[in-house]
């Protein structure tokens, strides 16, 4: 993903007396600067991340503008108001960054918890290791919190945490600041979609080591095929000779997820490398990983049911064995 970093400013959120240090102009971008703040860009654009659609006429939208000074200044404050009443707080950097992918703009806003951390200060020999503060998480991890809004489209991804206020966890970010309802992630979708499956095969004596692994297989086609998830191929696949577990199947997918399960503008790798191999555990302690393509492939590998209701797994045409 081609990402270019027009604009950024940050504020800063304190626990203390949960007030904002606001600074009164953009940040200088330096190439080291830009590269963090791309790779947190990119960690955003991931199967965790809500999607939605906001309305033109939406409060939150309508403080978006080309001054992103004045625009950050706005929604820090809003978003100050609606998190002061968390009841875990700390030190936290508000990030504004007007970024361009594709010929469009965005509006991104994150919110990075500072950390405490030992830094080696070569300045003081006698006791050279001291805990640092305000110390910005890696370039390789996810923001805590984030928003990008596509300023064309109005489509947005969310990553939002939920806060605790009077013993309850609320989606301030969604339900307080845009007042809007996502769609759940892809990652959700796609758990659901798992949890689902097994509990309808269960009802209907099915859910055996053979159907889970073939739930795998079904859902790692989509991911490397298709932009979307559908819970009617899923049906077909999974429940191929039973009529009514498969009605049951895409009637209860859509009571939890009725929107479509799409996969675009997401990055859907850690979900392929999660259901790219068959791990089975068996009752013997052995422990075996095969990937799905010689998992389907019966030249290479074949489960035997035995008569006495045990399994054998017959593995053919193995070139090499290493012991690693």
Known sequence: ?????????IHQFLPTDTELVFADKLLEISPRIEEYFRKKIERVYSDQAKK???DAENAFLSQVTDDLVTTSLKIAETWREAFSVSENQKTNDLIFLEFETAGINHFCFMRLALRESLAHL???LDNPIKV???NLPGPGTPPDEALIINRSSRQYLLLEKRIKYNGAFLNYFSENLLKDSPRISVQKSIKTLEQTAHKVA???QQDDFQFQSKVKSAIHK???EEDALSPEELADNLFDHHLTARLTFIDQVKESIPEPITFEGIDTSRQ????????LSLSNGIELIVPNTVYDDAESVEFIQNTDG????LIKNIEAIKNK
């Open 202 to 204: 269960q009802h209907f």
């Open 52 to 54: 939605g659609v906001l």
């Open 310 to 313: 045990t399994y054998s797994i």
């Open 272 to 279: 392929v490398k999660k259901f790219e191999n068959q791990t």
């Open 122 to 124: 070569g300045s003081d």
């Open 1 to 9: 993903m081609d990402i270019y970093i027009k604009k950024a400013i």
């Open 132 to 134: 640092t503060q305000n």
């Open 222 to 224: 989509h991911l490397e």
